[in-house]
């Protein structure tokens, strides 16, 4: 089976957000794999454990988004893909045509994603390559079972439960509970070094800088204002809870 | 000649979503002079709602109804949605940024080559100069964003961010679409399991009762279901809580999880991870309970108790039972 995972290096979600000259400053910053791409990666590496075949890792961001794609691998990945935005701020559809560019020439029988990335948060790009490709799509997964040129799969919807059934090639997108995420191994490390890692650029995929251009743009960054500590309660444990109670309608009129 | 703009609109139990008047709201600012505004409904035995949004819209509520189309299969709602739009080439699509919109609207974007910007929590300007702010970062971060393209664009709405739409004046038609169900599907809908009735869901709760590492294990969220059960309130987690193993990964609220802006929020036993607090902080009323003095979630609570939650759970929940018997003045 030929299985493409799409991965996007994000911050850590433990991360505080730094604006200097009004960008978000990356001094400093750990950087991940997007939790959500995390379990794309596992439910693939799964796969290729059950059914034979090879994992690719495909990213489109700048250059240091190479070290998550060396983590994939040392997960135990095949081969890893990057396709270069060093300097460039592409949208969903800009991502979107760039990975539809890479993917339509090669044999995926499945494409993993995340459910979306835990910084921009669009959750748009593994669905509109899911159309421009032409191929079903399951997203919010949560189960997978694969036989017979279909998989099975769990939606999560807000709760609801789907099982929905779907013909090869497709793409599913990971949700929370898909599985747990395996550590990289010391062995698997030392082995990723020697892993292909193809680097591209976005004219060698045949699209213009103008094609790629961004459908929206940014106007401008905030940062939400901080919240205040508000006042401890005093007193024994049941004169604070009786306390608690009486201020919760009285002073701030949710009860 | 002006052009459409669209909602998609979301049925729940025979109605109109709450989300979907608050995609109106958003057609309603992105409007330019000349425009209609329009509502597409897909489903079965759409009647109801179809009445219910007429008067939202000047153009038509269009609807698609057809049996094969009673619940949600991304493929078959996708292809039916496409063709209208086709026919309409509406300038903006607006739609709710729920599990229904989400998973439609990058395919509907796709389609029409539009821009989509996801999530909109507040709305700047209106009509040409309409600018959408979205969180980031879980809302560590808001960006404001416009379309810089003359194509279509797709936008998604938080729900309970933006007010409901108002009537309109001059009302609107209903238009009846064909549906022909496609003989090649490769998307079949197996099963459907409706989440338990009465239950509460995270993202629209409006009060929340929260367990973190404090409550030690599966039987600690307990006194936690409990005391939600007094408010009506929904029950979610840290991530410290999910990654041992107290509960589900369905109800983790944080950066990976559920963001959530409920009216109460209670967190028991939590520290207050950032990554934590990214997924609640813009909650009105934040209450915490813990052990730890120094814990980082005392910085964004309103009322703080610095105490053992299996002690003062409890005694909250006896003190909410006598206060909700009594009404409030």
Known sequence: ?255 | MGQSVLVVAEVRNGKPRQVSLEALHIARRARLPDDRISVLLVGHRLEEAAELLLPYVDGAVYRIDHPRLEVYNPETYASAIGSLLRDLQPRLVALGHTAFGRDLAPVLAAKLEAGQISDVVALEGEGAELAYVRPLYAGKLFETRRFSSAGAQVVTVRPSNLPPAEPLPAPGKLETVAYVPPDDLRTVVKDVIRQAAGKVDLTEARIIVSGGRGVRNAEGFKPLQELAAVLGAAVGASRAACDAGYCDYSLQIGQTGKVVTPELYIACGISGAIQHLAGMSRSRVIVAINKDPEAPIFKVADYGIVGDLFEIVPLLTEEFKKLLASPAS
């Open chain 1, 1 to 255: 089976m030929n299985i493409y995972v799409l991965l996007k290096q994000t911050f850590d979600t433990e991360e505080k957000i730094v604006l200097r000259e009004g960008r978000v400053s990356e001094d400093g910053v750990k950087f991940v794999i997007n939790p959500y791409d995390e379990y794309a990666v596992e439910e693939a590496l799964l796969l290729k454990e059950a059914f034979g075949g090879t994992v690719t890792v495909v990213s489109v961001g700048p250059a240091r988004a190479a070290e998550a794609l060396r983590t994939a691998l040392a997960m135990g990945a095949d081969e890893a893909v990057l396709v270069d935005s060093e300097g460039r701020e592409y949208d969903e559809a800009g991502v979107a045509l760039l990975l539809e560019a890479y993917l339509r020439e090669q044999p995926a029988d499945l494409i993993l994603a995340g459910n979306f990335s835990t910084d921009t948060g669009g959750g748009q790009v593994a669905l509109r390559l899911a159309e421009r490709l032409g191929i079903p799509h399951a997203s919010s997964i949560i189960n997978l079972e694969v036989s017979g040129g279909k998989a099975t799969v769990v939606r999560d919807a807000e709760g609801d439960a789907e099982t929905l059934e779907l013909a090869l090639p497709a793409l599913f997108t990971a949700q929370q509970g898909l599985n747990e995420p395996r550590y990289p191994s010391l062995p698997g490390i030392m082995r990723a070094k020697k892993k292909p890692l193809k680097q591209l650029a976005a004219a060698e995929l045949g699209l213009t800088e103008e094609r790629l251009a961004p459908l929206s743009v940014r106007a401008k960054l905030a940062l939400p204002a901080a919240r205040q500590a508000g006042r401890r309660l005093s007193g024994t444990p049941s004169e604070q809870a009786a306390a608690l109670a009486q201020l919760l309608r009285g002073e701030a009129k949710v009860l």
